[in-house]
């Protein structure tokens, strides 16, 4: 056996460098072969595959279908050598009504319908081309465009289609590459035609000028595009953007006032059974409380039946909540990235894709011209050689009969070229006729005719456009608007204002009890129960807040280090047991405590005060907090003036009273309140020993009232003694003011 050395098998190149230049082929491999489309054709390779291997098998709309399995299996064998899967999906999606807008295949069988059932396996399916696919490949036999050998070289495969249809955008595209992806939404094949027709005569139109014939994506399941019309503008100058989406629906009154909702037609690739088993969750978890129902009525056609709790609820604020939470509403994205010339992937405008189609038309209809000049000017060559038979009869006759060399014999006698000497031999006696004398010097004369077209045709660019242009209007006669697949599906609408959805919508409103406990464990009892006694707490615990509020309702946390914290009444755990410690649900420090906890009152003014008789008055909306780190409202300096209260002001309070743990009761206008959104705070009252010990607001002509021993209130109108400037020091309380120094226990 004979050994191989190092030397003749291994490589001694940089890991790194091998590894690039390997990955680099791979990338180009999936960009080039597999995940972009070309720009001419708008199909990647395993359709264009696909459709040219139909061709052969001659699956035209007017013949009979066959088994997709035949035809997967010639693409493998021949053209395409993956999976047989890959193929096959590929072919479903092709044929399905919802996903591509103008079908290349007409399949017959299960091919997979709207809810996101597969299709049936290849065995049981059957399939034909289509008027379109047949389109795109018009021609192609007529040296139109090039070929190419598949990868064992035993056939010949086209690398681009002839494209007598502008699929790219008409169909639509979507592919991921490696570092790259295109998503091209479908159009509307006669605003294509009318935008192609423009840019023909205004070779550099504006981009806004074709956007007004080509207004849009047109997508197979219709809905509705609510994006604005500077953002599609934008979008189709740059050849990135994305479109918004919204089905369409329309209501059914019933009886005794109630109505349904009836949505037909849903947005682009959304399943319809996971749209309707996600509106059915939100009526199980109770997320949409106004939601009532969700059936699915619908056969040929799309039809969800969506019932309201009640008759009262607005049909529209039903369905900005059913846009905001399902898939009713979508977008998809526009990147056309595709592939220049079948060669470098770019990312184009609209007016880009648009010439690139007619360019590669201009290519094939110069090929097209020359190919059939070819053919006529052999067909000319041997028409004069026929001619000067016929006028040489007897001796053509002679010679065939007595000469041993009678090709050459002829071609010396009569100077004909080898391939009219060859017509002739090859003649048919029947051909002998006088009649058909006459149809040759006829066809001959057609054939200049032809000829001098053709070469008219190559010399001028405007007859060549002119052509084009003829196949267009041809093309949007086929399938323009005003037949059954050309309509416009898709409508245009305003693009909605930001919804204002209330949040009774999305939760059911429904009372509870708040309760919160001096160590911080909160819940939410069902219903307004008595704030008393019969309230259980784990051992060593009592309550420190209670009221009573709506599973709407917002509550709002105050701590001693100057944030607010916003906690949802729904979310809090319910009343059996203990509940939860709050700290569980925001980012409360160890050190810190609770000051106050109350239910947010939309419109209103707070109080908030500091240890050191500092403080200010804050919107109540302007406090809310959005993530569980709060939101700081009074600042505190390193514990020095650290957060004691926060209180509401009713709207009818004129004044604050103020008192200090060292006894002295101040009271001063509320106007002299300064209002604040986030600082440390005016100095309300000065001491000279202690801090503060409560603040109230409350109206001047009703009296300051506060809690004595027993239960009683106590309500002093007169103030005169105790009313002065903000900041000032203040005088003894009234005889009975409770000896905690606070307004309320």
């Given amino acids: 056996m004979n050994k191989v050395t190092n030397e003749?098998?291994?490589?001694?190149?940089?890991?790194?460098?091998?590894?690039?230049?390997?990955?680099?082929?791979?990338?180009?491999?999936?960009?080039?072969?597999?995940?972009?489309?070309?720009v001419r054709d708008g199909l990647k390779p395993v359709h264009r595959r696909l459709l040219f291997a139909m061709r052969q098998l001659k699956l035209n709309p007017d013949t009979g279908y066959k088994k997709c399995a035949r035809v997967v299996g010639d693409v493998i064998g021949k053209y395409h050598p993956h999976g047989d899967q890959s193929v096959y999906d590929a072919m479903v999606r092709l044929s399905q009504e919802f996903a591509v807008r103008y079908?290349?295949?007409?399949?017959?069988?299960?091919?997979?319908?709207?809810?996101?059932?597969?299709?049936?396996?290849?065995?049981?399916?059957?399939?034909?081309?289509?008027?379109?696919?047949?389109?795109?490949?018009?021609?192609?036999?007529?040296?139109?465009v090039s070929f190419r050998e598949t990868y064992d070289g035993e056939e010949e495969e086209p690398t681009v289609m002839p494209a007598n249809f502008p699929n790219l955008l008409a169909n639509g595209a979507m592919g991921i590459a490696v570092g790259m992806a295109t998503s091209i939404p479908p159009h509307n094949v006669d605003e294509l035609c009318q935008a192609l027709l423009h840019l023909i005569k205004t070779p550099n139109a504006r981009i806004a000028t074709l956007v007004e014939y080509v207004q849009g994506p047109d997508f197979p399941t219709g809905g509705t595009i609510v994006e604005p019309r500077e953002n599609i503008l934008q979008a189709y100058e740059t050849g990135r953007g994305s479109f918004r989406m919204r089905a369409k629906w329309h209501v059914e009154e019933g009886?005794?006032?109630?109505?349904?909702?009836?949505?037909?037609?849903?947005?682009?690739?959304?399943?319809?059974?996971?749209?309707?088993?996600?509106?059915?969750?939100?009526?199980?978890n109770k997320k949409l409380p106004i939601l009532g129902d969700v059936l699915d009525e619908s056969s040929e056609d799309i039809r969800i039946v969506i019932e309201p709790k009640n008759r009262t609820i607005e049909p529209e604020m039903l369905m900005e909540s059913l846009y905001k939470l399902t898939d009713l509403e979508s977008r998809f994205s526009l990147n056309m990235n595709v592939l220049e010339g079948g060669k470098m992937p770019r990312v184009m405008n609209l007016r880009e894709v648009l010439q690139a189609f007619l360019d590669h038309r201009q290519d094939v209809l110069i090929r097209r011209s020359k190919y059939r000049l070819g053919k006529i000017d052999h067909r000319l060559e041997?028409?004069?050689?026929?001619?000067?038979?016929?006028?040489?009869?007897?001796?053509?006759?002679?010679?065939?009969?007595?000469?041993?060399?009678?090709?050459?014999?002829?071609?010396?006698?009569?100077?004909?070229?080898?391939?009219?000497?060859?017509?002739?031999?090859?003649?048919?006696?029947?051909?002998?006729?006088?009649?058909?004398?006459?149809?040759?010097?006829?066809?001959?004369?057609?054939?200049?005719?032809?000829?001098?077209?053709?070469?008219?045709?190559?010399?001028?660019?405007?007859?060549?456009?002119?052509?084009?242009?003829?196949?267009?209007?041809?093309?949007?006669k086929k399938f323009g608007k005003k037949t059954e697949v050309g309509a416009r599906r898709s409508d245009f609408a305003d693009a909605p204002e930001a919804a204002i959805i209330p949040l009774e919508?999305?939760?059911?409103?429904?009372?509870?009890?708040?309760?919160?406990?001096?160590?911080?464990?909160?819940?939410a009892m069902?219903?307004?129960?008595?704030?008393?006694?019969?309230?259980?707490?784990?051992?060593?615990?009592?309550?420190?807040?209670?009221?009573?509020?709506?599973?709407?309702?917002?509550?709002?946390?105050?701590?001693?280090?100057?944030?607010?914290?916003?906690?949802?009444?729904?979310?809090?755990?319910?009343?059996?047991?203990?509940?939860?410690?709050?700290?569980?649900?925001?980012?409360?420090?160890?050190?810190?405590?609770?000051?106050?906890?109350?239910?947010?009152?939309?419109?209103?003014?707070?109080?908030?005060?500091?240890?050191?008789?500092?403080?200010?008055?804050?919107?109540?909306?302007?406090?809310?907090?959005?993530?569980?780190?709060?939101?700081?409202?009074?600042?505190?300096?390193?514990?020095?003036?650290?957060?004691?209260?926060?209180?509401?002001?009713?709207?009818?309070?004129?004044?604050?009273?103020?008192?200090?743990?060292?006894?002295?009761?101040?009271?001063?206008?509320?106007?002299?309140?300064?209002?604040?959104?986030?600082g440390r705070g005016a100095i309300l009252q000065k001491y000279k020993g202690g801090n503060l010990g409560d603040i109230i607001s409350f109206n001047a002509t009703e009296g300051l009232s506060w809690e004595?021993?027993?239960?009683?209130?106590?309500t002093e109108t007169d103030l005169m003694p105790w009313t002065g400037k903000r900041g000032q020091v203040g005088r003894m309380p009234p005889h009975g003011f409770p000896s905690n120094n606070k307004f309320s226990r």
């Fill in 8 to 38: 003749d098998t291994i490589l001694n190149v940089p890991l790194g460098d091998t590894l690039g230049d390997r990955y680099l082929s791979y990338a180009l491999s999936t960009i080039m072969s597999r995940s972009l489309p070309d």
């Fill in 103 to 144: 079908p290349l295949v007409d399949g017959q069988g299960n091919f997979g319908n709207i809810d996101g059932d597969n299709a049936a396996a290849m065995r049981y399916t059957e399939a034909r081309m289509t008027e379109i696919a047949t389109a795109l490949m018009e021609d192609i036999d007529k040296d139109t």
């Fill in 255 to 284: 009886a005794r006032g109630m109505y349904q909702i009836i949505v037909t037609e849903i947005p682009y690739q959304v399943q319809k059974s996971r749209l309707i088993e996600k509106i059915a969750d939100l009526i199980y």
């Fill in 382 to 476: 041997v028409l004069g050689g026929y001619l000067i038979a016929f006028l040489n009869l007897d001796e053509v006759i002679r010679i065939i009969r007595e000469e041993d060399h009678v090709k050459q014999c002829l071609m010396d006698t009569f100077k004909l070229t080898d391939v009219q000497a060859d017509a002739i031999l090859n003649m048919r006696l029947r051909s002998l006729r006088k009649l058909e004398e006459m149809e040759l010097k006829t066809e001959h004369a057609e054939l200049e005719a032809e000829k001098a077209y053709l070469l008219e045709l190559l010399d001028s660019e405007e007859k060549r456009w002119n052509v084009i242009s003829d196949d267009i209007r041809e093309m949007r």
């Fill in 505 to 523: 919508a999305m939760i059911e409103k429904e009372p509870v009890t708040v309760i919160c406990s001096k160590k911080g464990w909160i819940r």
């Fill in 526 to 678: 069902k219903g307004h129960v008595a704030i008393d006694d019969k309230i259980k707490f784990k051992e060593g615990d009592e309550a420190k807040f209670a009221f009573h509020c709506q599973t709407t309702d917002k509550v709002l946390l105050f701590a001693t280090d100057g944030r607010f914290y916003t906690l949802g009444a729904d979310k809090l755990p319910g009343g059996r047991g203990n509940g939860e410690p709050v700290r569980l649900m925001i980012d409360l420090g160890n050190e810190e405590e609770i000051v106050s906890l109350f239910m947010l009152q939309p419109g209103t003014k707070i109080i908030i005060a500091a240890e050191t008789g500092r403080g200010f008055m804050a919107d109540a909306d302007k406090v809310l907090a959005s993530t569980k780190n709060g939101k700081l409202v009074m600042n505190v300096e390193d514990g020095k003036n650290k957060a004691v209260l926060a209180r509401i002001i009713d709207e009818n309070h004129d004044h604050i009273a103020i008192v200090g743990q060292n006894r002295k009761l101040l009271v001063f206008p509320i106007d002299q309140m300064p209002e604040m959104t986030r």
């Fill in 708 to 714: 004595m021993r027993g239960g009683k209130t106590r």
